[in-house]
C-alpha cells in the first residue's frame, strides 16, 4: 500500500473536519443534500455523458491504483536485466527461455521469448514500443478522467451557487431566510473546491507519476533486451542502462552491486 496517498487523504479529511468545528459541526452545518445533489450529481452526470460506461467505470476504478505500490522499481529491473545479460553471454540466447518463465514482468518475459525466437530487432523493438504506447495510452485516459472530474467539481459548485442566489433574490421580502439561502448557495462552490482539490487533484498527479514512472521502466527494458540481442558486454548494458536513473538511485545501485562491474560478466 502507498502510505503516501493513505495518510495524506485521511490528514487532509480529518484537518478540514477539524477546522469545520468537528463532525457535529459538519453534520449540522455544512451537510445539504440539495447542494450535494447539484456538485457531485451535475459533476459525475456530466463526466459519464463524456465517456462510454465502460470507459466511466474503469475510471472510477483507477482511484484505487493511488494506494497500490508498484511492484518493480528501476533498479530492481536493472539487476534482472544483467543477469540476463550475463546468462546469455555465458550460455547464448536459447538459455533465456528457462528463465524468461520465472520473470514477474510480462512485458520482460514477453520481450525475452521474442528474442529467444530469433526476431529481428527492429521487429522487437516496434512490438515493444507499440505495447508501451498503448499502455500509456490506458494510462493518459485516467489521468484525464480525474482532471476533467476535477475541472466539473467547481464548474457545477458555481451552477449550484447561482441557483442559491436566484432563490435568495427571489425571496428578498424575508430578511431572516437571506442569510440561510447564502449559506446554502455558497457551500456548492465549497464542495466543488473539495471535490477538485482533495479528491481529483491528488489521484490525477499520482496517477501521472505512476504513468512516468512505468514509462521509464518498460523503457529501460526495451534498451536492456535489445543490448542482450546485440550481444554487447553486460557492463556496456550496466552503463546505458544507469543513464536512466536518477543521481540518488545511481548512487544506491553502484553502492550495492559495484560500479561498473557488470554483475559479474566476464
Not at 139 to 160: L, R
Request: glycine content about 10%; charged content about 20%.
Amino acid at each position: 500500500m502507498d502510505i503516501a496517498s493513505i495518510i495524506g487523504i485521511l490528514a487532509a479529511l480529518f484537518l478540514m473536519i477539524n477546522g469545520m468545528g468537528g463532525v457535529g459541526a459538519l453534520m449540522e452545518t455544512f451537510i445539504d443534500m440539495p447542494s450535494v445533489f447539484i456538485t457531485f450529481g451535475g459533476a459525475f452526470g456530466t463526466i459519464l455523458a463524456m465517456n462510454t460506461l465502460k470507459g466511466f467505470l474503469a475510471g472510477l476504478k483507477s482511484y484505487l491504483l493511488i494506494f497500490k505500490t508498484p511492484k518493480a522499481s528501476e533498479i530492481d529491473t536493472i539487476k534482472s536485466i544483467i543477469d540476463l545479460s550475463n546468462l546469455a553471454r555465458r550460455e547464448g540466447l536459447l538459455a533465456l527461455e528457462e528463465s524468461a518463465n520465472s520473470l514477474d514482468d510480462e512485458f520482460m518475459e514477453k520481450g525475452v521469448m521474442l528474442i529467444v525466437d530469433g526476431t529481428d530487432p527492429e521487429l522487437v523493438r516496434s512490438i515493444l514500443e507499440a505495447e508501451l504506447i498503448n499502455v500509456d495510452t490506458r494510462h493518459q485516459q485516467n489521468i484525464g478522467f480525474w482532471k476533467d472530474v476535477a475541472s466539473m467539481g467547481p464548474a457545477w459548485g458555481m451552477i449550484g451557487t447561482l441557483i442559491g442566489l436566484v432563490n435568495m433574490l427571489q425571496n428578498m421580502s424575508d430578511p431572516s431566510s437571506i442569510g440561510p439561502s447564502m449559506a446554502v448557495a455558497l457551500i456548492t462552490t465549497m464542495y466543488g473546491s473539495i471535490l477538485a482539490n482533495w479528491f481529483c487533484y491528488p489521484a490525477e498527479n499520482k496517477l501521472k507519476a505512476r504513468s512516468n514512472a512505468e514509462y521509464m521502466l518498460k523503457s529501460i527494458i526495451i534498451e536492456g533486451l535489445l543490448s542482450i540481442q546485440a550481444g554487447e558486454n553486460p557492463r556496456v548494458t550496466e552503463e546505458k542502462l544507469k543513464s536512466f536513473l536518477s543521481p540518488a538511485d545511481r548512487a544506491a545501485y553502484e553502492a550495492e552491486n559495484g560500479s561498473g562491474d557488470g554483475g559479474g560478466g566476464e
